[in-house]
């Protein structure tokens, strides 16, 4: 299992549509963002809202079969792939169908 971190800004003033879109997808859309992970291959995924001195960023933790995971979300263009995309491009001006570039990990402890 490969594990994978990363975060992205959410646009000032947007924080409140960022959080009705994580109640969505964590209520009314959980099977179907169930089903895109189980399609592209990532097997665990936990957001932390971050509030920092310019404003709010979401922190990303992936845990993912291959790398390949984010070329498989990219090509997955289901009806909810699709509208995940719009709301993060929306909320965050982040657009998830470019070159998303997955950060090098440089530490990983454990016991």
Do not use: C
């Not at 947007?14 to 399609?39: C, G, Q, S």
């Not at 957001?47 to 090509?75: P, S």
């Amino acid at each position: 299992m490969k594990k994978y971190a990363y975060s992205y800004p959410i646009l000032k003033g947007k924080i409140d549509e960022w959080l009705a879109f994580v109640k969505e997808v964590n209520t009314n859309r959980n099977i179907e963002f169930t089903e895109m992970h189980a399609r592209i291959g990532v097997t665990k995924e936990s957001w932390y809202l971050q509030k920092t001195n310019v404003g709010y960023e979401v922190i990303v933790y992936t845990e993912a079969r291959d790398e390949k995971f984010v070329e498989k979300f990219k090509k997955d263009n289901t009806e909810f792939s699709n509208w995940f995309r719009s709301e993060v491009a929306r909320t965050q001006n982040i657009d998830l169908n470019s070159k998303v570039e997955i950060p090098k990990i440089v530490l990983d402890w454990s016991e």
